[in-house]
């Protein structure tokens, strides 16, 4: 990173920017970060501002579960929003779980992104069967929904893995598959971009010079073409915690003694016909709409302001 | 046209050949299929006889060659989890599944394209805005959400609607359908719904794009010149150019439709073909999955062709560009 000193300078040209420009000019992106921000407060800083710890089983009392929230009668101030079946506090379970989906959600995009643009630049620059193989694979797997293919991917995993080890590794094996279902995106604009960059006068002049291939497909080829990474990442980071909330509620996820908001919400399911679901059900699909919901803003935003074509 | 053809027919064989390739290392490979056939008091000597039988022992080519040959005639073994034919149960379970996704995909188109025509033609409109904003709520709920959420309001607390299941289904050969019976149908409503909202959001953001883009053509304007009334330059020129586009996606997404409604169908215990996969999944039952893997890519793979040759009739251009490629080629 730059040194400290050029700190003040950078921000002010931050702050001078179009996008800063343009962030500031719309108020319902305001209003997304503002909440984005919150939630993903709330989420890193779960383990101070949770009343209770929903991992520790020691600490459930079944006397106390299914009460509703404290303004209601029966509540209780210790519980805000109320206790699910288990007996768990629902906000710090919110809270937690909100942790493990954006956990999930960031680390699948992050896999997604590192193997995506890898291959993508690979393809791009090696040419040859290589790209034909590898955009071949990607074109097979577009065909494909997304989580369909996650669903697999989760099911075949489970399968190969030891059943008494399901509940430590599952977060691993989520991420996995969600990021092998999602990974294409990164890989075709990657190639795309690496294809035009290639046929330039630069990579050429470097090329003449003797560099190593590796090296200007790294050093010079990657940095010009990760541009619109950035967009699909974030498009991609709502699409990723939809779908680990999805696999979760199919039960196929995070399992109930790590509850993700998915999970949550499956619990909450259970309870529909009878009154619990107000909150045992209602905020976490609140705070799961929140968040993909926020994080959609953001990505339209971002995609507008990097457009140079709707300036 | 038919070189064009041909060759597209070959891309769907490799296709299938591959998804056929990874069921067959599935179902050979994931865990051991005479552990699962037999009980713990078997002896080792009757394992290795009924390995022997199953030629579990010929070479892997061997075995794939065989797979291919009984999937073809849709014979996928026995289920781990239910003892019975996969064949059977996929059999019960289809017609749930595609009563469930035409229904959704009709509804989609029936409420998709009038919003798309309307945002298009009135873009500042109130209604616009709010079909816009819900939309975008619609893309950011994720499936299940709007399933409960429907549950919530219509059968628990309205309690006009039935929750869960297909009602009362009436056989017609091997054919159930729940499309004849007021129950079945009433089953139906909250369901296609569900499966619906998100098809519903793309048609209708796609038709409202298609349409701004028709409108600024010159053939509009000279269509508005002759001094044609709007109904006709709006539904006779405009909307039928934007019509090709929306065929093509929603065709493309009935694939995706078979797949959300996995979810759609957990949510709603509809006993069709994606509750059964949840289920197999969960219980890692690989004769189903293999299946399911399977007859899933072999309905992408119908339906991309499908859409390729169907565009390749449609739009004149692409003829005539590749004829025009493929005359100064050859």
Redesign the interface.
């Known amino acids: 990173m730059a040194a400290d000193g050029a700190a003040p300078g950078a921000l002010r040209r931050l702050a001078d920017s179009d996008l800063f420009w343009s962030f500031r000019r719309s108020p319902v992106t305001l209003a997304a970060a503002a909440a984005t921000l919150l939630l993903v407060l709330g989420a890193v800083l779960a383990p101070l501002l949770a009343p209770h710890n929903p991992y520790d089983l020691a600490s459930l009392d079944l006397l106390q579960a299914r009460d509703p929230p404290a303004w209601e009668e029966g509540g209780d101030w210790s519980f805000p929003l109320g206790t699910d079946d288990q007996g768990r506090d629902v906000f710090s379970s919110i809270l937690y779980g909100l942790r493990l989906s954006l956990l999930v959600g960031v680390g699948a995009v992050l896999l997604a992104a590192i193997l995506g643009v890898g291959l993508g630049l690979l393809a791009g620059y090696a040419g040859g069967w290589i790209d034909t193989l590898i955009m071949r694979i990607a074109d ?1 797997q577009l ?3 997304a ?2 293919v996650a ?2 991917v ?3 995993a ?3 893995l030891p059943h008494e080890r399901q509940e430590q590794t599952a977060v691993y094996v989520v991420v996995f598959a969600i990021a092998s279902s999602i990974w294409v995106q990164f890989a075709r604009t990657v190639r795309g971009s690496t294809l035009v960059e290639r046929a330039k006068e630069y990579v050429q002049a470097a090329r003449i010079i003797g560099v190593h291939p590796v090296m200007i497909a790294w050093r010079h080829v990657l940095p010009n073409a990760m541009g619109p990474v950035l967009v699909i990442a974030t498009i991609n980071l ?1 699409i990723a915690i ?1 779908t680990e ?2 696999l979760s ?4 996820g995070l399992p109930v003694t790590q509850p993700s908001l998915g999970t949550l ?1 499956r619990i909450g ?1 259970n309870y ?2 009878s009154g619990e ?1 107000r909150w045992m ?1 209602l905020y976490p ?1 609140i705070a ?2 929140g968040l ?2 926020a994080i ?2 953001l990505g339209d935003w971002l995609r507008d302001a990097l457009n140079p074509k709707l300036r | 046209m038919i070189a064009f053809v041909l060759r597209r027919l070959a891309q769907s064989v490799a296709v299938m050949l591959a998804v056929g390739l990874i069921a067959f290392m599935l179902f050979r490979y994931v865990g051991d299929p005479v552990n699962n056939m037999v009980g713990q008091d078997t002896s080792l000597a009757d394992r290795a006889r009924l390995r022997q039988e199953l030629g579990l022992n010929d070479p892997a080519a061997v075995q794939f060659g065989r797979f291919l040959a009984r999937a073809l005639k849709g014979d996928f073994g026995v289920s781990y989890q239910y003892a019975r034919p996969v064949r059977e149960i996929i059999a019960e379970r289809l017609p749930a599944t595609l009563e469930l996704s035409v229904a959704a995909v009709l509804l989609a188109l029936a409420a998709g394209i009038p919003m798309g025509v309307y945002t298009g033609l009135r873009r500042d409109g109130f209604l616009s805005h709010l079909f816009l904003a819900v939309s975008l709520v619609g893309v950011s709920l994720p499936t299940f959400l709007t399933g409960i959420l429907l549950i919530v309001v219509f059968s628990v607390s309205l309690g006009w609607l039935p929750s869960f299941g297909r009602g009362d289904v009436v056989a017609l050969s091997w054919w159930t359908t729940g499309l004849l019976t007021l129950s079945g149908l009433k089953s139906l409503v909250l369901p296609a719904i569900t499966l619906a909202l998100f098809q519903m959001t793309l048609i209708m953001r796609l038709v409202r794009a298609e349409m701004l883009e028709v409108l600024r053509t010159d053939y509009i304007k000279f269509a508005r010149a002759r001094g044609l009334p709007n109904r006709i330059v709006h539904f006779g020129h405009a909307l039928k150019n934007t019509l090709v586009p929306v065929v093509t996606i929603t065709g493309l997404q009935l694939g995706a439709v078979i797949a959300f409604a996995i979810i759609t169908e957990t949510v709603f215990q509809w006993p069709g073909m994606g509750f059964l996969i949840v289920q197999a999944i969960g219980f890692a039952d690989i004769p189903v999955m293999a299946a399911y893997l399977v007859l899933i890519a072999f309905f992408f793979v119908v339906i991309n062709l499908i859409v390729d040759l169907l565009y390749y009739a449609v739009d004149p251009r692409l003829r005539i560009e590749r004829g025009a490629a493929g005359g100064h080629g050859r």
């Open positions: 097979v065909s494909f929904p989580i369909l669903l697999l989760d099911g075949v489970r399968s190969l709502a939809l909330a999805s509620f199919l039960g196929l919400i399911d529909i016909f679901w059900l699909a799961l709409a993909t919901l959609n803003l």
